[in-house]
Nanobody, 125 residues
Framework: QVQLVESGGGLVQAGGSLKLTCVAS????????MDWYRQAPGYKRELVAA???????TYADSAKGRFTISRDRAKNTVYLQMNDLKPEDTAVYFC???????????????????WGQGTQVTVSS
C-alpha cells in the first residue's frame, strides 16, 4: 500500500508559475516511477509528466518546455514545476504511482495503481 498526498495547487494568472508536491508513504521501496496526471471538467484524465527510479522523464506535448518533473528519493517526494501557465492548464492534478508485483494467487504480474486526492490548479486569463 502506498499513500500519496499532493499540495501546491491554487489560483494563478496566465503566465504564472506553481510547484506541485506529492509525498509518498507506506510501501515506498516498491516505487519505480511517479507520475502527474490531470483532469479537466468533461475531459479524461491525462498523463502530464512521469519520472522513473532512474530519473528518466516523460512529458505530454502540452507540458514540454513549460513543466519540469523531479523527485527527491530520500523524501519519497515528486515535484511538478509548472511555468508559463495557460488557462487550458486548469484542472485537478493527481499524483500517481504504479506498483508492480507478482500475484500470490497465480504468480502472474500485477500492476496496482495508487492515486492522491488531487489538487486544483486554476489559471485565469
Amino acid at each position: 500500500q502506498v499513500q500519496l498526498v499532493e499540495s501546491g495547487g491554487g489560483l494563478v494568472q496566465a503566465g504564472g508559475s506553481l510547484k506541485l508536491t506529492c509525498v509518498a508513504s507506506g510501501s515506498t521501496s516498491s516505487i519505480v516511477a511517479m507520475d502527474w496526471y490531470r483532469q479537466a471538467p468533461g475531459y479524461k484524465r491525462e498523463l502530464v509528466a512521469a519520472i522513473t527510479i532512474g530519473d528518466k522523464t516523460t512529458y505530454a506535448d502540452s507540458a514540454k518546455g513549460r513543466f519540469t518533473i523531479s523527485r527527491d528519493r530520500a523524501k519519497n517526494t515528486v515535484y511538478l514545476q509548472m511555468n508559463d501557465l495557460k488557462p487550458e492548464d486548469t484542472a485537478v492534478y493527481f499524483c500517481h504511482v504504479p506498483i508492480f508485483r507478482t500475484s500470490a494467487e497465480d504468480g502472474r504480474p500485477v500492476k496496482d495503481d495508487y492515486w492522491g486526492q488531487g489538487t486544483q490548479v486554476t489559471v485565469s486569463s
